[in-house]
């Protein structure tokens, strides 16, 4: 069974950095084809992709946050780090974490979401 | 990475049909087959209900199903049951590894 859960601060400052970990189990992401990525949702609005890490450690970030965001992952524990520096209260959202596969089986989709973790800045 | 085009709130009555269109551009949705669609109910994750345009993952019913025309894909529910009123959300690839999620849409069974 594939699982994913999110853990972090509840609670930020503005200008803090947050560091949000997510922890899968079920897969391994040295498997060719396996990506995790970050997506947020802002309460009350839409989800948002954010950053994407690939079994070969290629990394990808949306357009308007890339100078802000680094992704990696810690093959050896199952997990993918998201870091997002410089938090403004417009920032405040539930993040999840989700995998995808780069082909075979719901090729290009995220087949498998977190339960995400809910995120406030505020000072 | 525009987010692509839905209606903000789509209803129907029970055992009807309803479509949810998703509008995108050239750069997105009408250049790859990689169009999926979501169901979220309140508080609750996301889950996967259509993949690669018109796919339906294992356990998803067959009253969900998807299309695309040129840069707008459509999500259609049949045969309407009051436990499909949730949020729908579109999501396309836009190249470069990039995605970009719908603003997305409440459906309400009346």
Known sequence: ?123 | QSALTQPASVSGSPGQSITISCTGTSSDVGSYNLVSWYQQHPGKAPKLMIYEGSKRPSGVSNRFSGSKSGNTASLTISGLQAEDEADYYCCSYAGGSTWVFGGGTKLTVL
């Open chain 1, 1 to 123: 069974q594939v699982t994913l859960r999110e853990s972090g601060p509840a609670l930020v400052k503005p200008t803090q950095t947050l560091t949000l970990t997510c922890t899968f189990s079920g897969f391994s992401l040295s498997t060719s084809a396996m990506c995790v990525s970050w997506i947020r949702q802002p309460p009350g609005k839409a989800l948002e992709w954010l950053a994407r890490i690939d079994w070969d450690d290629d990394k990808y970030y949306s357009t308007s946050l890339k100078t802000r965001l680094t992704i990696s992952k810690d093959t050896s524990k199952n997990q993918v780090v998201l870091t997002m520096t410089n938090m403004d209260p417009v920032d405040t959202a539930t993040y999840y974490c989700a995998r995808m596969m780069d082909h075979g089986d719901y090729r290009g989709a995220f087949d498998i979401w977190g339960q995400g973790t809910m995120v406030t800045v505020s000072s």
